[in-house]
């Protein structure tokens, strides 16, 4: 199985950049497409789509996330963070069955 | 726009089965591919498996032979069932909508606790 890396958590003041790490120790490129998905989850919620293909921004999700990496390395940038982001993001690949996902990355507010 | 809701039991003793059922509306089921996630209490996500468009399904090796998953399109519904069901498999479970590997339609989540 692929297994994506995640730090637990991060803190950063309102109106700052936040950047959000995963790691695979498989690449997940193939044919030109990064299988890598990223998704926030607030607390009693569902998981949410954010950026899908390493880059491309999921309908109706504000410019302020964006997604880049390739290989083994992605990031999800938040940029500036908002009070509304406070959440978990995980990351997920689709490159090879059994799907995964990383362990999650707490965002918090300083 | 389409919806999806888990339905089914949030308590089930160990050793018996658990049953799900995913409502898709706005949306048919014989189109794309319907999938299980569920995330375990300290936050850890799992996929567990899919259905197709046609019918055809894939599972995690994890679940080995524990897991089905069918569908009725009459009713537009998708299944969960998961055998000898273990206090390791308390969960709030997802179904989901899911094109070339992303899960871009989720369920707001069914939580199941095994418990005697």
């Known amino acids: 199985d692929i297994v994506l890396t995640q730090s637990p958590a991060l803190a950063v003041s309102l109106g700052q950049r936040a950047t959000i790490s995963c790691k695979t120790n498989?690449?997940?490129?193939?044919?030109?497409?990064?299988?890598m998905h990223w998704y926030q989850q607030k607390p009693g919620q569902q998981p949410k789509l954010l950026i899908y293909?390493?880059?491309n921004l999921a309908s109706g999700i504000p410019a302020r996330f964006s997604g880049r990496g390739s290989g083994t390395d992605f990031t999800l940038t938040i940029d500036p963070v908002e009070a509304d982001d406070t959440a978990t993001y995980y990351c997920?690949?689709?490159?090879?069955?059994?799907?995964?996902f990383g362990g999650g990355t707490k965002l918090e507010l300083k | 726009e389409v919806q999806l809701q888990e339905s089914g039991p949030g308590l089930v003793k160990p050793s018996q089965s658990l049953s799900l059922t995913c409502s898709v509306t706005?949306?048919?089921?014989?189109?794309?591919?319907w999938g299980w996630i569920r995330k375990f209490p300290g936050n850890k996500m799992e996929w567990m498996g899919y259905?197709?468009?046609?019918?055809?399904?894939s599972y995690n090796p994890s679940l080995k032979s524990r897991i089905s998953i069918t569908r009725d399109t009459s009713k537009n519904q998708f299944f969960l069932q998961l055998n000898s069901v273990t206090t390791e498999d308390t969960a709030t479970y997802y179904c989901?909508?899911?094109?070339?590997?992303?899960?871009?339609?989720w369920g707001q989540g069914a939580s199941v606790t095994v418990s005697s």
């Open positions: 997920q690949q689709s490159r090879n069955l059994p799907w995964t």
């Open positions: 498989q690449n997940v490129d193939y044919y030109g497409n990064s299988y």
């Open positions: 259905i197709s468009y046609s019918g055809s399904t």
């Open positions: 989901a909508r899911i094109a070339t590997g992303v899960m871009d339609a």
């Open positions: 706005g949306y048919s089921i014989t189109s794309n591919y």
């Open positions: 293909l390493a880059s």
